[in-house]
């Protein structure tokens, strides 16, 4: 399966971690200085590159599920670039901590946390903007990895690679068809599990950083499942502070990561 990218720093990103999986370019006359950049590197590593009609001159039938099966003009630049592999939920979880809450004196005689990390699962988040943007927020705080549930969710389409601005590239990710499972299993590597809901009592400054943690992500409308719920650890929320009761999972996921991450 191929994917097509239209944002020139996917592409680069692709070209950095895995440029034998990019099979194509297809440039205007007069690229950007991004996409100019990606045609250097496409040259490099010899992957075919092809000048496009000026979009005034033609028309032609749009191929892929990215452009929903409509006829549109060639305006932009883009790419096509094989599906990146998941891992399984093991191998995501191979470098997790051997437990939690375990510490050390540091030479100063004060306490030192233990190496610990930060994961994603995603449970059925349904809109490939919101999918892309969690793992542009993982890319930057530097999350683990990524459980990203296979039924009722969004596919891992050419719209979340763009809008992940190669997030989608660095994040190690895994796809199982059962989040339950894959939870029991975050937990038997000795990562904590983090439930996130806007009914939640306990406010999200009440969370201790000291631990690994796999933060779960609702589905933009019903939230996280029940059994969802009933698997994690601990359920917070983030306070609202004026009108709104609410906030974009991309917008939470990032306030999440930064508190977690301190």
């Not at 005689?109 to 809109?127: K, T």
């Not at 993982?138 to 296979?150: C, D």
Request: aromatic letters at 4%.
């Amino acid at each position: 399966m191929t994917v097509t990218l239209r944002n020139p720093h996917s592409v680069l990103a692709a070209l950095q971690y895995r440029p034998h999986d990019v099979l194509e370019i297809i440039t205007t006359a007069n690229p950007s200085s991004a996409w100019s950049e990606v045609l250097e590197q496409a040259r490099v590593h010899r992957i075919p590159i092809r000048t496009a009609l000026p979009s005034s001159g033609s028309e032609r039938p749009a191929s892929g599920k990215d452009r929903g099966g409509k006829f549109e003009r060639q305006s932009s630049s883009e790419a096509t670039v094989r599906d990146r592999a998941p891992l399984t939920v093991e191998q995501l979880f191979e470098i997790a901590p051997p437990g939690p809450l375990a510490q050390k004196s540091d030479a100063s005689g004060g306490v030192e946390s233990n190496r610990h990390g930060i994961w994603l699962a995603l449970d059925c988040l349904q809109d490939p903007h919101n999918v892309g943007a969690v793992f542009r927020a993982a890319a930057f705080f530097g999350v683990r990895g990524i459980i990203a549930t296979r039924d009722r969710s969004a596919p891992l389409s050419g719209t979340a690679y763009d809008v992940s601005a190669g997030g989608l590239e660095s994040i190690p990710f895994a796809q199982p068809p059962n989040l339950a499972r894959a939870l029991e299993l975050a937990k038997k590597s000795g990562v904590w599990v983090l439930g996130t809901s806007e009914h939640a009592q306990q406010p999200l400054s009440s969370i201790k950083a000291d631990r690994p943690w796999l933060i779960v992500i609702g589905n933009e409308e019903g939230g996280l499942r029940r059994l969802t719920l009933e698997l994690c650890d601990e359920v917070c929320t983030i306070p609202s502070q004026g009108a709104v009761g609410s906030l974009n999972v991309s917008v939470a996921t990032g306030i999440l990561l930064y508190a977690l991450s301190r």
